[in-house]
T-cell receptor, first 114, second 113 residues
Framework: GENVEQHPSTLSVQEGDSAVIKCTYS??????FPWYKQELGKGPQLIID?????GEKKDQRIAVTLNKTAKHFSLHITETQPEDSAVYFC?????????????FGQGTTLQVKP | GAGVSQSPSNKVTEKGKDVELRCDPI?????LYWYRQSLGQGLEFLIY????????KSGLPSDRFSAERTGGSVSTLTIQRTQQEDSAVYLC???????????FGQGTRLTVV
């Protein structure tokens, strides 16, 4: 079945610096890749997603890139702010069954130091 | 409703007791998912509903776990004879048919003592 690996598990950056989180997936049939941000005591919040027919997508300070050949995708956060501190999860969706079931990475704890 | 609502937000139960966790999805969303998040871990898929049927139950860890959905809306996840390893945050998500964006509730933190 699908497997998603996420790195690093923890990331500490200075405010204003960029942060990059990387994920790899195993099932070439996957074609939807969302990123979620989870703050302490809350449920995951969708922050950006990308579909396999697109190589890059941006939304203000957040961008996601996808390399289908290598089966990896990355989240880029520029000009980080303390409120970006949270746990970030990548996920991949197996579209063969069209259920929308998501397979998640293990998460990255991002700390932005003021 | 405006978002996915889960209740209770916290549940402490004794080992061996049964528990029921409730999820109220976004109005009109026909797809509903349950996930489990153990401490410091990623989200583990449990079950998927489309309407009232569950075409994918592959993530349920044992026969002590079951779920149902009625009226194409509210879903209940039941854990029978709870064990300490069942302690986790149980998250519910919903999405529109034909779309993949899933929106999560705040979760139920289950502690088995």
């Amino acid at each position: 079945g699908e497997n998603v690996e996420q790195h690093p598990s923890t990331l500490s950056v200075q405010e204003g610096d960029s942060a990059v989180i990387k994920c790899t997936y195993s099932d070439s049939a996957s074609n939807y890749f969302p990123w979620y941000k989870q703050e302490l005591g809350k449920g995951p919040q969708l922050i950006i997603d990308i579909r396999s027919n697109v190589g890059e997508k941006k939304d203000q300070r957040i961008a996601v890139t996808l390399n289908k050949t290598a089966k990896h995708f990355s989240l880029h956060i520029t000009e980080t702010q303390p409120e970006d501190s949270a746990v970030y999860f990548c996920a991949a969706s197996i579209r063969v069954s069209n259920t929308g079931k998501l397979i998640f990475g293990q998460g990255t704890t991002l700390q932005v130091k003021p | 409703g405006a978002g996915v609502s889960q209740s209770p937000s916290n549940k402490v139960t004794e080992k061996g007791k049964d528990v029921e966790l409730r999820c109220d999805p976004i109005s009109g969303h026909t797809a509903l998912y349950w996930y489990r998040q153990s401490l410091g871990q990623g989200l583990e898929f449990l079950i998927y509903f489309q309407g009232n049927s569950a075409p994918d139950k592959s993530g349920l860890p044992s026969d002590r776990f079951s779920a149902e959905r009625t009226g194409g809306s509210v879903s209940t996840l039941t854990i029978q004879r709870t064990q300490q390893e069942d302690s986790a945050v149980y998250l519910c998500a919903s999405s529109n048919t034909g779309k993949t964006e899933a929106f999560f509730g705040q979760g139920t933190r289950l502690t088995v003592v």
